[in-house]
RNA sequence: GCCGGGGUGGCGGAAUUGGUAGACGCGCCGGAUUCAAAAUCCGGUUUCUUCGGAAGUGCGAGUUCGAUUCUCGCCCUCGGCACCA
């Protein structure tokens, strides 16, 4: 019996592995595949809980299904482009490429030295041409296709260092190097057309039950899919003013019109009206995220123009909102200040008409009446209720040719372009005489130079080199330039589990291989992906589809989404100095106990609070565990005699446990992924064999029995220690090759149960009785229970409730 | 503000389909071992209690024989809100 010693057996183990490659994985169509992969990650620097968390999960469930005999792909590679690198390189005086490389290499030694059963043979990392150069090429089948097009939108400009920001780059309005005013300030950027496929990605959702309801419901209300009228409303001395309303019963309530600031008839309006003017420039210094437009003051001013009401053809007055969003629906809004809340704030403040038009409860001089009812005060509309307004006016403004039924959705097209320099660069050409060029195929990729300078205002330096935006045209052969726009990193993000599949193919962006290994079978990633990352990743998964790269229609089939590592209740960050380094615990306990312990601390999806005392209690775990499976191999030998003749009831009992174990463990890794509470099923079973000290040959043989499965059942959390106790127990093989424990139904027959006794729902007593005995039986049984009885006593019993297997509730009064 | 989570002993958490609230672990208390300590092992540990019991899962209502679980209304907290990844 040798004592455990974490970091020799951890280096034994890994070896091993090595030796064997036995991670690597070839597609095989004779064998059903399992593809487990999690989100992979930005080398922001070391490792950190939340990455460990992440990895053990999809490890766990990797080497679970391994040992259930399928062919598993479990990856890895990094997210290398982003604007950490950048700041890091202004900060640091080092080039964005050398400090990520740096940090991929220290991440991945991290990776190996927790023994994560990674194919290393396919780490790719985003930020190699070999990688991105197919995601340019993709780019230009979808421009080629008119998925892409080219519009002006707005972004955070920070007029000092004369540079974009990013949204967590404004600080209240100010850039946070330059301390200036950030102003919004529109520029041509590129787009995909995402609401092309806006009913297929909300359709899809219906047929995804590996998916979280929260998720798909979260993705459902982000697509936001509505059904309205765009009604077209003449303003003289202007033209024509477009709405959409989802609302058009209320068309009679409408008082006011409200445009956005960056609305032609705003602009239009403003230039004869310095204090509009004014107040535009204003809004321009507004942040236009949605949180911000939700929560800010609403303010508003009179344009001076008037609108003409549709139906009544009464003047509506025309204003300016900062709260109305220029990218949704038209940028312009009727405001019916009786229905609809924002409108009814906006009208008290500014004195405007509010009027009732539907019939419902509550109390106008309140709140806006946001109910459906039936129509009043609406001309010939009154007396219809929402369906037949509806329709009627569809039909009234159809004829007239002044409106439509329109279906509208929230999600809006993908803006794809970043004026950033650590990215990929998008490979358009722009010359004077052709416009916008996309670069033909045979001059991709468009490499990203490395060696570059930074100044201190954070601009991207290929803006500033001509040997990479001097050009010439594809098409005409003249000057021209490169755009040194690069793409979004959520581009990168969007197909990497395809490229996994076959990351050194060189002839296309994706080889037949992804079809044997796509879709990804188990998805694991945090929740605050759950909209962006996983909504543009299923979209771009669908382009990929249509352009006859992959033959499935979804890229994950089950998602998991894991809560965030805390410490003392908040996120562990470097700017709070609450962060946990793990090389420091695999240093001190050794990489199983670390794995060990983010796996039982917490359910996966919840938050996982950070204690010090609970590694040491994943430690003491593991140590018992080596310690009694050696003592009893020391003491019993690792050859156990046969079971034979009958086993008595404490016997009976220690099976029962260990195959109930292997049951309970095999549905929470497989089906609940619940490995906290696989983990205490273990620590049970540890606990009960432990007290069992049965040495019969029988009692030596189901010892053997319960050792020998709780260590195949231990190895997806504890690989290196379960491998080190497989060869003790005289196995040869890998153990992460060996097969997983099966249930042993037989013993899990049990003939006696006991039973719960409630009198009027208070637990008073419990009853052994047989598994297969009658309701009348139980019910005899517990009223004869002595402390039921007690309670039972001079009352009339009123009901008796018995179910089976479980509980007996006698109610009495 | 909108959308989606979460709230259970001193702490992390369990209770899988409405059926024993607190599994498992940590901490603490007691014991064994030790010259002593650490480590290890064994036992106890929701609160109150007149020792019969009673109360108890963020707060307030409701449905039910029975609610941590379902319904309604609140409070607190975390994630996302389109250029952090």
């Known amino acids: 019996m040798s004592t455990y010693n974490p970091q020799e057996v951890e280096q034994h183990a890994q070896a091993l592995w090595e030796k064997h490659q036995a991670f690597e994985v070839k597609a095989d169509p004779n064998q059903d595949k399992f593809y487990c992969l999690s989100m992979f990650p930005y080398p922001s620097g070391k490792l950190h809980m939340g990455h460990v968390r992440n990895y053990t999960l999809s490890e766990v469930i990797a080497r679970y299904q391994k040992m259930l005999g399928k062919n598993v792909l479990h990856p890895i590679g990094f997210d290398a482009f982003g604007l950490p690198a950048e700041n890091a390189a202004i900060k640091n005086q080092r080039e964005p490429a050398e400090w990520t490389y740096n940090n991929m290499d220290e991440m991945s030694a991290q990776f190996k030295r927790l023994g994560f059963a ?29 998925l892409v097009y080219r519009k002006d939108a707005v972004v955070n400009w920070d007029p000092v260092d004369q540079t974009v920001l990013a949204n967590e780059q404004v600080e209240n309005g100010r850039g946070w190097r330059s301390g200036a005013e950030v102003i919004r300030k529109s520029i041509p950027q590129w787009f995909l057309k995402i609401t092309d496929y806006a009913d297929e990605l909300l359709a899809s959702l ?10 798909k419901i979260m993705q459902r209300n982000w697509i936001g899919k509505s059904k309205g009228l765009e009604l077209d409303f003449a303003v003289p001395d202007f033209g024509t003013v477009s709405i959409y309303t989802t609302r058009p019963d209320t068309l009679y309530g409408v008082s006011y019109m409200a445009v956005a600031p960056e609305h032609p008839l705003a602009v239009q309006a403003a230039a004869n009206n310095p204090a509009l003017g004014d107040f535009l420039t204003q809004c321009s210094k507004e942040q ?5 437009m939700a929560t800010m003051e609403k303010k508003g001013m009179y344009t001076g123009l008037d609108a003409v009401h549709p139906l009544t053809g009464e003047p509506v007055p025309v204003w300016v909102a900062n709260f109305v969003l220029m990218t949704y629906g038209t940028g312009a809004v009727m405001a019916v200040p009786g229905h609809d809340q924002r409108d009814y704030e906006f009208a008290q403040k500014y004195d405007l008409p509010i009027t009732q038009v539907i019939a419902t409860e509550g109390d106008l001089s309140q709140a806006a009446l946001t109910e459906k009812g039936l129509l009043i005060e609406s001309g010939e509309y009154t007396g219809m209720d929402f369906d037949q307004a509806f329709a009627a006016m569809a039909q009234h403004f159809e004829a007239a040719g002044t409106g439509r039924v329109q279906i509208n959705y929230r999600l809006r097209d993908w803006g794809v372009s970043r004026q950033r320099y650590w990215g990929c660069p998008i490979p358009i050409i722009y010359c004077d005489a052709c416009g916008a060029v996309p670069v033909p195929e045979e001059q991709l990729p468009v490499v990203l130079p490395e060696e570059v300078t930074f100044d201190e205002t954070g601009g991207s330096p290929i803006k500033k080199m001509p040997e990479f935006y001097q050009t010439t045209c594809p098409q005409c052969g003249g000057e021209a330039t490169r755009e040194t726009d690069t793409f979004d990193t959520f581009m990168e993000s969007s197909w990497y589990y395809a490229r996994y599949s076959c990351p050194d193919y060189h002839d296309g962006m994706l080889s037949e291989e992804a079809n044997y290994w796509l879709p990804v ?12 990352h996983l909504l543009y990743a299923r979209f771009y998964h669908k382009v990929l589809r249509d352009q006859g790269l992959v033959n499935s229609d979804e890229p994950f089939t089950h998602l998991l989404t894991q809560g965030m590592v805390l410490k003392d209740g908040a996120k562990m960050s470097k700017s709070k100095g609450n962060t946990v380094d793990p090389q420091e615990l695999i240093d001190q306990y050794g990489a199983d106990t670390v794995r060990l312990f983010s796996m039982f601390a917490a359910p996966p999806e919840q938050s996982l609070e950070w204690s010090e005392e609970g590694v040491e209690g994943a430690a003491r775990y593991l140590n018992r565990l080596w310690n009694q499976v050696t003592a009893f191999l020391a003491a019993a030998g690792n050859e156990p005699p046969a079971m034979q003749g009958d086993l008595d009831k404490a ?10 174990t292997i049951d309970k463990v095999s549905t929470d890794i497989g089906e609940r992924k619940t490995f906290n509470t696989a983990i205490a099923a273990m620590m049970e ?3 009960a064999l432990s007290k069992f000290a049965d040495g019969t040959d029988n009692g030596i043989a189901i010892r053997h029995e319960g050792w020998y499965n709780l260590v195949k059942m231990i190895s997806p959390f504890a690989p290196h220690m379960a491998q080190a106790l497989w060869e003790q127990l005289g196995e040869t093989s890998l153990l992460c090759t060996a097969a997983w424990p099966t249930v042993d139904t037989s013993a899990l027959v049990q003939d006696e149960i006991e039973m719960v006794v409630q009198v009027n729902g208070k637990l008073r007593g419990k009853i052994s009785v047989a598994t297969n005995a009658a309701k009348d039986e139980v019910e005899a049984q517990a009223l004869a229970e002595p402390n039921v009885h007690k309670f039972v006593d001079g009352k009339t019993i009123r009901k008796v409730i018995v179910v089976p297997q479980r509980l007996v509730n006698v109610v009495v009064s």
């Open 288 to 292: 236009s995220n949605e949180a911000a």
């Open 118 to 146: 990674f194919d290393w043979s396919r780490q790719l990392a985003t930020c190699q041409p070999e990688y991105y150069r197919w995601e340019q090429w993709m780019f230009v089948k979808l421009y080629e296709q008119g």
């Open 685 to 687: 079973l540890t606990n």
């Open 651 to 660: 016997q009976q009992e220690m099976r029962w446990k260990i195959h109930q």
């Open 206 to 215: 219906d047929d995804m039950p590996g998916w979280p309801d929260s998720v």
């Open 521 to 532: 079978d188990q998805y694991i990633g945090g929740v605050e992906h759950a909209i962006l």
